[in-house]
Structure formats: C-alpha cells, structure tokens
C-alpha cells in the first residue's frame, strides 16, 4: 500500500524544483518550462452486483507519466504536466485513509486508469467519464447492505438498544438502487449501542491490505474497530471514531494493522459502538453498504 505525509501531498520534489526554475526564467525564454494541462473533474467506482454498492468517495487522482510520479491531486483538479507529445498516462484512485484529510493513500483495490494522451504546451486536455473498477483477485467477506429481511451484523451482550432498519426516504442512503439503511436510536443518556459481525473472519497476513468500506450518517460519535483472539485472549480493539455528519459520507477503515502487529490474531469480528453523551438530545445513527474487502491471497 502506498501513503503520502501531508508535507509530501501537495506536490512532489520533482514538480516543485520545475517551479522554481519557472519562477526567474520566463517562458519565452526556455519554451520546455511552458507546461501542458490535465483536467480531471472526478473518478467514479463502476461496480458488478457481486461487488456490492458502486458508492464512493475518491478524493484524490494520483497521476504518472510514462511511470514517473507526477503527484497526487486532490479532485477536481488541473494538473500543470511538464511535457508534450503521446505520453502513457496511468491514473491511480486515492482515498483519505480512515477518513482522515492528512492522511491520504491510492486505494489498493481499484484498477488503475491507462491512456495514451497526446499533451500540447499551454492546452487544458480534460478526461471525461473517468471510471475505476475491483482488480478481479479483491474478495469480499463480507457485505451487509440492509436490503434483506435478516442481518449479518448484531447488538452485542453491551447494547441497551437494537440495531433496525428504515425505508424512510429521508433517511436511507441516496441513490445506487438501495431502498432500506442500517439504523439506531439512542434516547436516554446511560444507553450504549454495540453491534458486531454475526461471522468470524480470517484475515490475510504478510502486510496484506484489509479494509472495511461503510457508508454513514451520524449526529453522535460512532466507534469503529475490531474484535480478535490472540493467544487464548479476546480482545476489543477500537480502530477511528467517526465525528458527527449531517450528510452522508463514505469511510475507508484500514483494517490491516491489528493483522500487522499482532500476526497470531483470529476470528476476527467488525464492529461498531458509542455510548450516548449527554450532549446530544436522540443519537442517530445510519449506515449503508458494508463491505469487508481484501485481495485473494491464495492465488
């Protein structure tokens, strides 16, 4: 998996040594520093129904030319491309990792954009239709999209309350095709809400990727983390807490480091939680298109 430090987001070593060569030579003077223009407006996820959900949220295009890294974009984006001619364009989708906007990381799991571009100096080439999809060796476990009478996922012997499901369209996640979402209701202030994948999970060892895609709205702080057993040991691990959204928002948890640090971890468990802060007069919270997703490493 490849990250990004904050310092290193905006552009790259390479990128700003052009820039500073563009700020005391004019153009004119040195034609080569005149850059070409990429325009990229947004990458969508194309998805088959074994694939659940083609909800996404890529924020970032991380672009190369010819294999050399060019950097990473936050979208919509016009990106200043120090050549001309047919160059082999390869695009790679990135996310902000566990929701967070100074961490960000090209999603592993989606295809790479390839496409030979033909740049000219001082012209704006624009992609349109800009579609990523599963590399074929990614699995998914795990999926809970409400949609059926019964849940993959369940309150915990912790939760005062029970985990349902709404139909009101005010509620459920907005478009994809889905008609029912994930829902709980917290009203008095001791009430504590924990739910966990009915399933035990193995997951892939040697720094492999492992990662759970939710969609969610929430008006409380909602915990999200694992549960594993380590040499005869059950463990609860909490991983992020999502904040408060009055939208819906789509999280990428990585789920690989409790594997990473921990190599004799098992029977892995999803879940989720908070306890009710008197803060906050009824906790809401929804949730949509669960996906538990690594590659297939048996193959």
Known sequence: MTFITPKAYISVITFI????????CEPKDDPNLVPSYLHIEKMDLVAD??????????????VYIDDQFIGSFELPATIPILTQGKQNLMIRAGIKL??????????????????EVN????????????????????????????ELAGFSIDTTSKSTVNISKT???????????????GFVQLTADSSVFEAS???????????????????????????????????????????????ETDVWKKVYVNLSVPKYDTPNATD????????KESTTNDAIFLFDNLKLVHFNTSK
């Open 167 to 181: 139909n009101d369209p005010s509620m459920i996640f907005p478009g994809y095709g889905g008609s029912w979402a």
């Open 49 to 62: 129904f074994s694939q659940g959900s083609a909800s996404s949220n890529i924020s970032d295009a991380w």
């Open 119 to 146: 740049f000219i100096r001082d012209s704006v080439i624009t992609l349109n239709d800009v579609f990523v999809n599963y590399h074929n060796n990614t699995v998914f476990p795990w999926m809970e999209n409400f």
């Open 197 to 243: 994948t009915k399933e035990k999970f193995t997951f892939p060892g040697n720094g492999s990727s492992i990662f759970l895609e939710m969609d969610y709205k929430i008006n409380h702080p909602l915990v999200v983390g694992v549960f594993y057993t380590s040499s005869g040991m059950w463990v609860q691990r909490p991983l992020i807490v999502l904040n």
């Open 268 to 275: 892995f468990q999803i879940f989720i939680g908070a306890q």
């Open 98 to 115: 566990n929701g967070i906007g100074s961490t960000r990381s090209a999603y592993p799991f989606f295809t790479e954009i390839k496409r």
């Open 17 to 24: 040594s052009a820039l500073i060569l563009l700020s005391g």
